[in-house]
Structures are given as C-alpha cells and as structure tokens.
C-alpha cells in the first residue's frame, strides 16, 4: 500500500507540474517553486519504497498513521492560521511533540521558520500571504 502511495503522489505531482508549464511566467512561478522540489523528493522517496523487499511491520503501519495525522495536521493549520503562522505552529508543535526537542529550540526554529516565510511572502512573492479563517475573525 504504502509503494503504491508514493509513486501515485509522484505521478500526481508531475501532473500538475506539466500543468503549470502552460501558466504565464509570473502564476507559474509559485507552483513551480512548489512542484519541483516536491517531485524531487517524492522521486526519491519511491526509489527507496520500491527497493525494500521486507513487507512493512505492526509498528511500522502504527507510525504510518501517525504520520498520517501529521500530514494532515499541517494543511489543517495553514487554513486556521494562514501561511506565516501555520507552518510556524505545525514545526513548533512537531519539534516539541514529535522529536522531543526542548521548548526554547522549537521556539527558536518556528519563529526563523515565520520570519523566512514572511520575507518570502513580502519580497520574493510580492504577494501578502493569506491569514487564515481564524486570523481573519481578528
């Protein structure tokens, strides 16, 4: 199942890459800056899931769950909070959580991580980042 999933996330995103070729430049720049190293990564991602012969263990479909929810965690943040805060939230709650890093280190690494993303948005985009549905109520 899992072999399978990564190489249909692979052939997905190279239909939207070879979709966004068709863009004018500038609506074509944030997708591709999106799409490419996605595609890199979920390349390599399927060469590694199509090379393990052993079938996948109890613990390891456990931590494919929780992965799961973590994945989904992330999109879930950017639509409440918006694209600074919900990156920064999600990396926060994930060092803390997740790899058990002390709490000034994830503080630290959200905050470059808001502040990158908010120079990105501002300067490299040109564009304001959206706020998210809850950031908005304010």
Same mark, same amino acid.
């Given at each position: 199942? $899992?072999? /399978?999933?990564?190489? =249909?996330? +692979?052939?997905?995103?190279?239909?939207?890459?070879?979709?966004?070729m068709g863009l004018d430049s500038p609506a074509r *720049? &944030?997708? /591709?800056?999106?799409?490419?190293?996605? @595609?890199?990564?979920?390349? @390599?991602?399927?060469?590694?899931?199509?090379?393990?012969?052993?079938?996948?263990?109890?613990?390891?479909?456990?931590?494919?769950?929780?992965?799961?929810?973590?994945?989904?965690?992330?999109?879930? +943040?950017? %639509?409440l909070s918006g694209m600074i805060a919900g990156p920064? +939230?999600? &990396?926060?709650?994930?060092? $803390?959580? $997740?790899?058990?890093?002390?709490?000034?280190?994830?503080?630290? @690494?959200?905050?470059? +991580?808001?502040? %990158?993303?908010?120079?990105?948005? *501002?300067?490299?985009?040109? @564009?304001? =980042? /959206? *706020?998210g549905s809850l950031l908005s109520l304010l």
């Amino acid at each position: 199942m $899992r072999r /399978s999933f990564a190489v =249909a996330l +692979l052939l997905a995103s190279l239909y939207f890459l070879v979709h966004t070729m068709g863009l004018d430049s500038p609506a074509r *720049r &944030v997708p /591709s800056l999106v799409i490419v190293p996605l @595609v890199l990564l979920l390349a @390599v991602e399927a060469v590694r899931e199509l090379r393990c012969k052993e079938p996948p263990s109890a613990g390891a479909r456990a931590g494919a769950r929780s992965a799961l929810l973590w994945t989904m965690a992330l999109p879930l +943040l950017i %639509s409440l909070s918006g694209m600074i805060a919900g990156p920064a +939230l999600y &990396v926060l709650a994930y060092l $803390r959580l $997740r790899a058990r890093e002390q709490l000034w280190l994830s503080a630290v @690494v959200a905050a470059m +991580l808001a502040l %990158s993303l908010a120079g990105l948005f *501002r300067w490299v985009f040109v @564009v304001s =980042a /959206s *706020r998210g549905s809850l950031l908005s109520l304010l």
